[in-house]
Nanobody, 125 residues
Framework: QVQLVESGGGLVQAGGSLGLSCAAS??????MGWLRQAPGKERELVAG????????YYADSVKGRFTIPGDNARNSVYLQKNSLKSEDTAEYYC????????????????????WGQGTQVTVSA
């Protein structure tokens, strides 16, 4: 049985930092990512890591602020979020997949087969 368990959400002031952790079990994954959904908006890819080489990828809106460290353990992913903005407020989901796609496909939520329950991040102005 595949499980993805997120932790680390919460309330933070604008300009602050927060880390999100995800631990997965039950399968070996090719890629793991963080996606988010704000009220009234579509779910979007925030950041991910894929392949044995640990290639990372980020949405333009978070580049330079969010980081997936290169030393993630297999089947886990940590997201460090710095310089948080109110527009980063959303439900954040950890997701994983076992299949191989072209790099650009990993930016789409349909690339991911397994999902965590989500963790709320609220950034106050």
């Amino acid at each position: 049985q595949v499980q993805l368990v997120e932790s680390g959400g919460g309330l933070v002031q604008a300009g602050g930092s927060l880390g999100l952790s995800c631990a997965a079990s039950g399968r070996t994954f090719n890629a793991m990512g963080w996606l988010r959904q704000a009220p009234g908006k579509e779910r979007e890819l925030v950041a991910g890591i894929r392949g044995s080489g640990g290639t990372t990828y980020y949405a333009d809106s978070v580049k330079g602020r969010f980081t997936i460290p290169g030393d993630n353990a297999r089947n886990s992913v940590y997201l460090q979020k710095n310089s948080l903005k109110s527009e980063d407020t959303a439900e954040y989901y950890c997701a994983a997949n076992t299949r191989y796609y072209s790099h650009s496909y990993y930016y789409a939520d349909r690339a991911y087969e397994y999902w965590g329950q989500g963790t709320q991040v609220t950034v106050s102005a």
